[in-house]
């Protein structure tokens, strides 16, 4: 099987990752909740993952690394965690459902004033419309990195220079882009990066988390447990233990931490070239085919390892079945968790079939695709 749906999960992980939970299973205990080797051990090794992102998102402080379950919980903290009632925040059609449902949510529940940023029909916003938004007293800019339909990028500098001018928020949904692109939080003024692990960190479902920048204070989005101050009636305020409220997921952040680890040796550059061939490899061959139309900008190169296309008028989701059933090439079609894009790029109806690509994908299994593709649409 050929799989490229590397944008909703990395199915192939460094053998260090399964190592590492495998060895955390077998000799972690629970972090915080005891002085004994085995609890000691969860911690150090809880720790170091926070040290090593940290480090890779130039946090200032391992401790302002706070672990969920995932992106999507990591963005509800930090939205929910942030925005009062009747303020105003600014995001962009770019992005999922992770940020999309809270806002809307806010919108509803709050009423915070919403704005967006509209994509054209490549799927880019347009930067002096998204300052425009936020001269009119936000609160924040909440927006993705990278599109996890089109991989288009995100001038994330230049939005940062933006919230920090007009002393607005930036929360960043880093999902497509940690350990790929390099992030500098403290330059790119970012407040808030909420990060999945199990993409291209290589770590284990069921991790991620979010980075803070100095000390903001965010409300945590559930309370109880934290293994200290157990006669407290209020949950701890301190960073981690805010926001962390119960047994993390250790093993998963074992996991976790190896996949980072993994991607420091390894050198993010190295992956970033090597997936950026194969996509530019993918789009060259197939941008021509008669019947195809591809999303997105390939002006530039410096974007997320997507490609998403459609043939002809046929739906989606049949084009990904046959790949499967046919060609043996895993693919994502449909919406994508990203409904104002798909209607800005006129693809409501019938989706969009994405490939996405990972450093354990090959030039053959690249070429592969590009065959099954030119067969699909020559049928």
Known sequence: MIYLDNAATTLHK???VAEAVLQAMMHMGNSGRGSHEEALTASRRIYETREILA????????????FTLNSTEALNTAIQGLVG???????????HNSVLRPLYRLEQEKG???SFAEADTRGCIDYDRLELLVKDNAKAIVCTHGSNLTGNLVDIARVGKIADTYGALFIL???QTAGVFPIDMEEMHIDVLCFTGHKSLFGPQGTGGLAVCGN?????????????RTFDRIHPKELPTGLEAGTLNGHGIAGLGAGAAFIEKT????????????????????KDIDGVTVYGDFSTWMRAPIVALNIWDYDSSEVSDELSQVYDIATRPGAHCAPR?????GTAEQGAVRFSFSYYNTEEEVQAAIDAVRKIASE
């Open 85 to 95: 009632p009747g303020e105003h925040v600014v995001t962009t059609d770019l992005e």
């Open 341 to 345: 894009l798909h209607q800005a790029l």
């Open 55 to 66: 480090e890779m998102f130039h946090c200032p402080q391992a401790q302002n690394v706070v």
């Open 173 to 175: 949904d880093a999902s």
């Open 216 to 228: 903001l204070e965010i409300k945590p989005l559930k309370v109880g447990g934290s293994g200290i």
């Open 14 to 16: 460094p053998p260090e």
């Open 267 to 286: 050198g993010m550059d190295r992956i970033f070239r090597h997936e950026q061939r194969l996509t530019r490899t993918f789009y060259e061959g197939v």
């Open 112 to 114: 915070i004033r919403l």
